[in-house]
């Protein structure tokens, strides 16, 4: 069982930076991949970016790249997500995730949600 908890979500005026910070706990192991999602209003949730445990590997989504990171600290089974230069259009309940490193393995943990607004 793994347990993610979120944190760093808030209000912030566009062009503005915040870091979402995610505490992961229980079975961990370093065959896992770290992501996070985002879902706004009305829309379906989306992958914004992942990072391996074990090599540090990261993808991102497309319109997020240059603009957020994605890192991991494993002596505090925490990953981050850095987000500079915010849009509005960034504004969404942001998700942490968690699943085996195989090819086609499910998003099986998932923590709580942080809310991350961004205003005009």
């Known amino acids: 069982q793994v347990l993610l908890i979120e944190s760093g979500g808030g209000f912030v005026q566009a062009g503005g930076s915040l870091r979402l910070s995610c505490a992961a706990s229980?079975?961990?192991?370093?065959?896992?991949?770290m992501g996070w999602f985002r879902q706004a209003p009305g829309k379906e949730r989306e992958f914004v970016a992942s990072?391996?445990?074990?090599?540090?590997?990261?993808y991102y989504f497309g319109s997020v790249k240059g603009r957020f990171t994605i890192s991991r600290d494993n002596t505090k089974n925490t990953v981050y997500l850095q987000m500079n230069s915010l849009k509005p259009e960034d504004t969404a309940v942001y998700y942490c995730?968690?699943?085996?490193?195989?090819?086609?393995?499910?998003?099986?943990?998932w923590g709580q949600g942080t809310q991350v607004t961004v205003s005009s």
């Open positions: 995730a968690a699943r085996l490193i195989q090819i086609g393995s499910e998003w099986d943990y």
């Open positions: 990072i391996s445990w074990a090599d540090g590997r990261t």
């Open positions: 229980g079975r961990f192991f370093n065959n896992y991949v």
